[in-house]
């Protein structure tokens, strides 16, 4: 074993540009856009290999790996992909790709206006599920990919996956939906108002020209990913970690930190605030508010899954209220309804909906066992 | 039955001066204050017949009746507090007060500094649970009334029951402890925290004292409301209420109003922040983290408990998930093994934590038969 056994290593991320205009579910037509893109491993002679990882709200491109060895940090979802690991590289080619009106080097709000000659901003267009799949579907032919071997994704991701099967059903072999619902509830729409409203009216948002004004809405989407963060940790989870463990031996009387679990959450909001753009916080929730396959379908699940084709493997966790195994359950009722192959695996955890970026050992087992089972298939 | 069957009618606030100095948890001495106060019903000559109402949050003295014929609205608890309701203002002479530290004519944060000739602000002491009885007690003995025949709360109001039962054992005949917890979780810290987080980061705070700069931090307190609001309904509740019903024909693709939820948080979060003082928004929360009654008994709360001579009755609402029915039961649990006289109600409801506030038949008619044996103790 070397000191790199189990991690891709070092990679090096690409910029694909994409000159064909996109229309898009808002009725705009982008002209062009680039995608970020990280690739592991190989794809073989057959193109029979690749697997699509779909990320969720403030994901990208960075799956697996490090981009220099001086890094803290690994890809977010370096437990699940490299040689050996659950997604294997050694049998597969792994696509990551920061998604369009992401923040990380596709186009996106920070990308340069051709019509402008400044920064989109507020003006990029308002992005969905379905714009995402066919951006992907762009993607997997510049590599020269008829057929997905795997599309997989948590939370957004998820649904990203979903809208594959449904959208494109010849080109998704296995559809690996985790932690998602097949839409927002009332509740989760609800939170993710909140979240806009705190970004949209700090003054520093400037109606989303804040680049312009040289500053960031910091204080708004500080707001944000601090109310975003307790809804991601079960109670227990948030309960077991910090309990109402004191920062100082006994209450403060003031509104500095008494509680632990107050200077956690404000670091994750500071920490936030400082690397992700706004106005892609505000469309990745839209995205998220907006997706619902069913709608098209006289808002019959079951009637929207008729046609894929892929085999589905869907995951849920026991904590996670964000998007509770019952949203699981009505994703696995409409496929079986839809005489749909699946399998569904709920894990105990206590990680609540952040579960899905954990390694609970029920789930890294059961993504190694199914992703085995892919592995044979394309051998 | 006249028009006013069943409400107390018009009623008229006092303001009630305590010109002894206060000796406050934080260590600091309030030299005199205000409680804002109303009455309902008729002292009997025993003295035997008094309740206490104890408000939660954003409540007031203003607990039934109108302060005037053209009110749109009547006191906060109305559907419990009235002739033949169950709080029975024929049997029992009900108090209401405003919280020392609220924002409703008592002393708090609004109120005038003697020292400085200016409003408090933020410079009003951090108030405890513990000092709310306190100050409840010395407006109990301001009526005459050595023992309360109920003291009755909801939420926060539940804790200052508790609190009341543990410190003062002699003084209360019956708690009422209703949709309440014995301490915040970690979640419960965690959405307080943010709350205040957005109040404080607004720019128009200034350090709490908004008042002298002729403005008020209206963005903070509306998230602050917005999400708090969330947290006070059932997912469910809010489900059946708006589902994903939108306010247009279709999605918008903005980030003016798609769904009707959003609509609905964002006019509750508007009308809040202009009614509602910030610093008291702050203070009640810091109330809210800091009531822990277990803590100084080696964080046993039977042990707690053990002096109490108070009858309980402990109530719970089944989605409630701010105090979910599990957080009553450690209350219940523990006054079981300190041997105590409990009785418990869990309601199914699908109002969330506001079910304290609403008329779920189980409830009402719970709190009709129990006031009801309490009547006839008094009689």
Redesign the interface.
Same mark, same amino acid.
Request: aromatic share 14%.
């Given at each position: 074993m070397t000191k790199n056994s189990g991690s891709v290593g070092l990679v090096r991320p690409q910029k694909i540009a994409f000159e064909q205009p996109l229309a898009l579910q808002?009725?705009q037509v982008l002209p062009r856009f680039d995608l970020m893109v990280e690739t592991y491993g190989t794809l073989n002679a057959a193109k029979s290999n690749a697997v699509l990882i779909c990320h969720a709200l403030s994901g990208n491109h960075h799956v697996a790996g490090k981009h220099a060895d001086s890094d803290k940090h690994s890809g977010w979802w370096d437990n699940m992909v490299g040689p050996g690991k659950p997604i294997d590289t050694n049998v597969f080619f792994v696509i990551g790709l920061n998604n369009l009106g992401g923040c990380h080097g596709s186009s996106g709000p920070l990308s340069n206006n051709p019509e402008t000659g400044k920064a989109y901003g507020a003006d990029f267009?308002?992005i969905t599920v379905k714009d995402w799949v066919q951006t992907q579907a762009r993607l997997a032919d510049y590599f020269g990919i008829n057929v997905w071997a795997a599309v997989i994704g948590g939370s957004l991701g998820g649904m990203q996956t979903m809208q594959w099967a449904i959208d494109m059903p010849e080109r998704v072999r296995h559809a690996i939906i985790i932690a998602s619902a097949p839409?927002?509830?009332?509740?989760n729409?609800?939170?993710n108002?909140?979240a806009?409203?705190?970004i949209?009216?700090?003054?520093d948002f400037y109606a989303g020209h804040y680049q312009e004004h040289q500053t960031l809405p910091r204080?708004g989407l $500080?707001?944000a990913r601090?109310?975003g963060h307790?809804t991601y940790?079960s109670?227990d989870g /948030?309960?077991k970690?910090?309990?109402?463990a004191l920062r100082n031996d006994d209450?403060q009387?003031?509104?500095d930190i008494?509680?632990e679990?107050?200077s956690y959450? $404000?670091y994750q909001?500071d920490k936030f605030a400082e690397i992700f753009d706004a106005n892609t916080y /505000?469309l990745m929730t839209?995205a998220l508010?907006?997706f619902?396959p069913a709608v098209d379908f006289d808002d019959d699940l079951q009637a929207a899954f008729k046609h894929i084709s892929a085999k589905c493997f869907v995951v849920s966790f026991s904590t996670d209220w964000r998007f509770s195994p019952e949203r699981s359950h009505e994703i696995v009722r409409a496929l079986i309804a839809a005489e749909k192959s699946v399998q569904y695996l709920e894990v105990l955890s206590q990680h609540g909906h952040d579960a899905f970026l954990m390694e609970d050992a029920a789930y890294m087992r059961g993504m190694h066992v199914y992703m085995g089972k892919i592995a044979k298939e394309v051998a």
């Open positions: 808002n009725g267009p308002m839409k927002l509830s009332t509740q729409i609800a939170f108002d909140v806009r409203q705190a949209i009216t700090d003054p204080r $500080r707001i601090m109310m307790i940790l109670e /948030l309960g970690k910090f309990g109402r209450y009387f003031n509104y008494d509680f679990v107050e959450l $404000r909001g /505000l839209k508010d907006y619902d």
